[in-house]
């Protein structure tokens, strides 16, 4: 049977892989929804090289273009948070959540709320919304798909076991750039700190791995995902990322996940899920790599690791506050206004200076996000005008 695909945030990294699989089997996928937020030619490509139904650019301002580019195309041009609200809780059977940041709060909510498969790629929706998203799935009966590598291997080896046999999962992490050297931190480069060993990715994600606060975010999405509380989460420095991550059962085995670094192979896993689909992802060559690394993380090194798992701990608004925080230390970092270890000492100011309640709804987690990202870039302009 077609599976139909919603695809939010059709013109980006998670997108473009997601649209290179499912346009190798137009027997098995059916995309009736594509969105983005201002790349209108991109999307208009999209919209109709899959012949979607529905194409929708959140910034309104480009509705007029999006509508001349769909012309007789018979696809749908909307544009605005509503119509992305539609495209993710329409007629779609699966929906790939694959937009960045907050943005992609409200439309992963709706599409959870209509009770959908969701292959969610947007780390913020757990990080900042965990219990709200597991509570709505809990009560519309929608099923989360993790699309985040170490999440979808976690997700890979829970399969054909019960729960209650898990004694804890392992999340592995590349270490960055700087995992050994070097040894100041305090005059790293952006150019350096851009440069991940395994992985190629954005400027911000690839700071995140740097200061290891991505791993800090990823064992908060992991703790809502899975629900297990922080003594059962571990973090293993692996640099090679070949293991991408590993559960613990009650009886001491240990099941992994491995492969090549390809968002394609956990990107296919959710899309076919509880099948599996033929990639064309490179074939792992054990013998060629020869040897598999893991150590302990550094937390003197990366505090950042510690600060997450802090934030995680106390939970409410905390995790909101540790991401909004992190993205405009990272900007700021990137643009030369503070150094790299100011990022982790920026989230940690941030983070004792809260005094948030616990949000209880999307609109107050957009809030909390809001305040914090206004307080911490005007701290930002005191030290570095
Ligand atoms: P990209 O920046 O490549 O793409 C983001 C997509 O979201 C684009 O389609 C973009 O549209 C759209 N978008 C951006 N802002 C908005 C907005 N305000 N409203 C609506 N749509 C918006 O990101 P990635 O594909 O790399 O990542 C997507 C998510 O997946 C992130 O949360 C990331 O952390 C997560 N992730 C990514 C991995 C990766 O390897 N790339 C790995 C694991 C998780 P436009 O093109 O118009 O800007």
């Not at 590349?174 to 750039?177: A, F, L, Q, R, W």
């Not at 040894?183 to 480069?189: E, I, K, Q, R």
């Given at each position: 049977m077609t599976r139909k695909i919603a695809i939010l945030g059709a013109t980006g990294s998670i997108g473009s892989s997601t649209l290179d699989l499912v346009e190798r089997l137009p027997d098995r996928f059916e995309v009736v929804a594509v969105t983005a937020a201002s790349n209108v030619e991109s999307l208009a490509v999209i919209a109709r090289r899959t012949k979607a139904k529905l194409a929708v650019i959140a910034d309104k301002s480009r509705l007029g273009v999006l509508e001349e580019l769909l012309a007789e195309t018979g696809c749908q041009a909307a544009a605005g948070e509503q119509a992305l609200n539609e495209a993710a809780s329409?007629?779609?059977?699966?929906?790939?959540?694959?937009?960045?940041?907050?943005?992609g709060l409200k439309p992963v909510m709706a599409a959870v709320e209509a009770g959908k498969t969701v292959a969610l790629a947007n780390k913020e929706a757990l990080v900042t919304a965990g219990d709200l998203m597991i509570e709505a799935a809990t009560g519309s009966g929608a099923t989360i798909l993790p699309v985040d590598s170490e999440h979808n291997a976690i997700f890979q080896c829970l399969a054909g076991n019960r729960r209650e046999d898990v004694s804890r999962i392992i999340l592995t992490a590349?270490?960055?750039?700087f995992r050994v050297t070097?040894?100041?931190?305090?005059?790293?480069?952006p150019e350096q700190a851009v440069a991940h060993p395994n992985w190629s990715m954005g400027a911000k994600i690839s700071v995140d791995s740097a200061t290891l606060m991505n791993k800090g975010l990823e064992l908060i999405e992991a703790h809502y995902l899975f629900g297990l509380p922080s003594e059962r989460i571990d973090i293993v420095i692996h640099p090679q990322s070949t293991v991408h991550s590993l559960v613990e059962f009650v009886d001491g085995s240990v099941l992994a996940q491995l492969g090549p670094p390809d968002m394609r192979i956990p990107i296919a896993y959710a899309l076919a899920w509880p099948e599996r689909l033929a990639t064309p992802a490179e074939r792992l060559d054990l013998a060629a790599l020869g040897r598999l690394d893991f150590e302990a993380p550094d937390l003197a090194r990366f505090p950042a690791l510690r600060i997450a798992r802090e934030a995680m701990e106390a939970g409410g608004a905390a995790p909101v506050v540790l991401n909004a925080a992190n993205e405009i230390a990272v900007d700021s970092f990137l643009k030369g206004r503070?150094?790299?270890?100011?990022i982790a000492e920026t989230v940690e100011r941030a983070l004792g200076d809260s005094g948030f309640t616990a949000p209880r709804s999307i609109g107050d987690v957009l809030e909390i996000d809001r305040t914090t990202r206004a307080r911490v870039e005007a701290s930002m302009r005191e030290v570095c005008p």
């Open positions: 329409g007629d779609a059977d699966l929906v790939i959540a694959a937009i960045v940041g907050c943005a590349s270490g960055g750039p070097p040894t100041n931190l305090g005059d790293v480069s503070i150094r790299f270890p100011e």
